[in-house]
């Protein structure tokens, strides 16, 4: 074939290309900065949400649905960016542990997770740019708003003496979806997103799986859940409508001086009454390689090295020693780990609470292999929660609200371009 016709030949395809792009449901409806978003990759998100939520899929929900999840669309391609530009981008191999987090905590099997999308017809790097931008946007605020956060220790003592002040009240287990309303003339956009959304979970759609969807909070990766709050702990509008949810309520969304909030009511409880399962440890584990389809014979001979190991140990210290010294083992910190929270592994909650600190228990079979974990402290029998607690607590407040406000920044600075 001449080059001549090859030439002619890219021409034509050239010139036909918007109306084959059309024409394989490619028309893009909006672009941001330099990338194209195409109402395939729109309605495949949309497909994907009304999956995951559970809702009755409709020609007006999809319709009514659209701009909420092109807004998101649109932040997740600037956080994207903004990550590629600042060297911090997220690996597939990131996303795929984030991959099997997923799965891990919804109980699949490894590999289930993209099956379920074969099989609602959506596209893995459809779900995997929804992952690629969390993970990413992470790393963003570690590099460019975590140094700009502190916590002084005044704000700690502050904290300290407004729980000391609540003990014996009344704290609820709450959870969120927000809105955020970036600028004035953004608030009525906001507040139809908001309406939405609201109208959603009256239609029984799980407050959990839509929280995840199109929360815009950092909650959202958890359902929304922002864990126990106290009376006067929320703005005073926001504390005013928790105050008048019962358990297992959601409200109608509510304006705070960020955006709009619906609140969730998971549970209520007495505060610092003295509940075991509230106890914060310190621990340190070491964990050794071994894959979750391993032979019996294989998981015989890694359980008789790891016994070996944790007659070695004499303080929490050693695993590291162990782990630098072991083919593939890896070790870490875990500070203020309430015992509750050990659950999910019937074995750590029963018998790691019961060490004497410096002592070791395991090996524990988790996903990744083998662990074993030392004690190192423990806190928070009354109730309370420690220093190392609050001062995390008040950090991811901070982080989040300056996270919002660079979110904004990177809008305005960006060049967004909506289809009609």
């Not at 090859?6 to 034509?12: E, S």
Request: net charge positive.
């Amino acid at each position: 074939m001449s080059a001549p016709f090859l030439r002619a030949l890219f021409a034509i395809l050239l010139a036909l290309s918007p109306a084959f792009a059309s024409a394989q449901g490619l028309r893009v409806v909006a672009r941001v900065n330099d990338e194209a978003i195409t109402d395939y990759d729109l309605a495949q998100r949309i497909q994907f949400a009304l999956k995951t939520t559970g809702l009755q899929d409709t020609p007006d929900l999809r319709q009514r649905m659209a701009s909420q999840v092109l807004r998101q669309m649109i932040d997740e391609r600037l956080q994207i960016q903004n990550a590629k530009r600042l060297g911090v981008p997220a690996s597939p191999a990131e996303v795929q542990q984030r991959l099997g987090e997923i799965e891990r905590g919804a109980g699949m099997s490894p590999g289930q997770f993209k099956l379920f999308l074969q099989s609602i017809g959506v596209p893995y790097d459809i779900a995997a740019q929804q992952f690629e931008a969390q993970i990413a946007w992470g790393k963003v605020v570690r590099r460019k708003v975590r140094p700009q956060v502190d916590v002084s220790e005044a704000e700690i003592d502050d904290a300290m003496s407004r729980l000391r002040a609540n003990m014996g009240k009344t704290e609820s287990r709450v959870a969120e979806i927000f809105v955020p309303v970036d600028r004035t003339d953004g608030v009525d956009d906001a507040k139809r997103s908001a309406d939405r959304i609201y109208d959603q979970l009256k239609r029984g759609a799980p407050f959990a799986a839509v929280a995840q969807q199109f929360s815009q909070g950092p909650s959202a990766q958890t359902g929304g859940d922002i864990g126990w709050i106290l009376p006067g702990s929320l703005d005073p509008t926001l504390d005013a409508a928790l105050g008048r949810l019962q358990p297992r309520q959601f409200s109608e969304p509510i304006r705070s001086p960020s955006g709009w909030h619906i609140l969730y009511v998971v549970d209520r409880r007495q505060f610092a009454a003295t509940r075991p399962d509230d106890v914060r440890l310190n621990l340190v584990q070491l964990t050794l390689p071994l894959p979750v389809n391993a032979s019996a014979e294989e998981t015989s001979r890694e359980s008789a090295e790891a016994q070996k190991a944790m007659s070695a140990v004499r303080q929490c210290s050693d695993l590291h020693t162990l782990a630098r010294q072991m083919k593939g083992a890896t070790s870490g910190d875990l500070q203020g780990v309430r015992i509750g929270d050990l659950s999910a592994n019937r074995q750590m909650y029963e018998e790691i609470p019961r060490l004497q600190v410096g002592g070791t228990a395991g090996p524990f079979r988790v996903a990744e292999g083998l662990q074993i974990v030392a004690l190192c402290g423990r806190a928070g029998g009354d109730g309370l929660p420690t220093r190392d607690v609050i001062s995390q607590q008040i950090l991811l407040q901070k982080l989040e609200a300056a996270g919002r406000r660079y979110m904004r920044d990177l809008r305005r600075t960006a060049t967004v371009d909506v289809k009609p």
